[in-house]
């Protein structure tokens, strides 16, 4: 079993910036493509950003030139910089890791994930 754990979190203002860390333990054993999502209150999850095992990534277009996603594959840890932030992006972040299986990646699809993070709390203010 793998364990997502999640860090960097918190209150920033409007045109702040934040960080946010996910790093996996436990039953390492698998190659992982990495994904966040976010879900504000009274809305659904909805898919942030994610990088394939290769390094290939993908932004929903609200955060394309705002939010960078990386990895550390030697730390098993998937990162966000998160920069320009708006009240909009206020949500709880969840991180997601994808055992690399070969078939098609549908990114953007909750189902296609395998273990996620407990979450972290984003609140940009006005």
């Known amino acids: 079993q793998v364990q997502l754990v999640e860090s960097g979190g918190g209150l920033v203002q409007a045109g702040g910036s934040l960080r946010l860390s996910c790093a996996a333990s436990?039953?390492?054993?698998?190659?992982?493509?990495m994904g966040w999502f976010r879900q504000a209150p009274g809305k659904e999850r909805e898919f942030v950003a994610a990088?394939?095992?290769?390094?290939?990534?993908y932004y929903t277009d609200s955060v394309k030139g705002r939010f960078t996603i990386s990895r550390d594959n030697a730390k098993n840890t998937v990162y966000l910089q998160m920069n320009s932030l708006k009240p909009e992006d206020t949500a709880v972040y969840y991180c997601?890791?994808?055992?690399?299986?070969?078939?098609?990646?549908?990114?953007?699809?909750?189902?296609?994930?395998?273990?996620w993070g407990q979450g972290t709390q984003v609140t940009v203010s006005s």
């Open positions: 990088i394939r095992w290769s390094g290939t990534t």
């Open positions: 436990g039953r390492t054993f698998s190659s992982y493509d």
């Open positions: 997601a890791f994808r055992i690399v299986n070969g078939r098609t990646y549908y990114y953007g699809r909750i189902p296609e994930y395998d273990y």
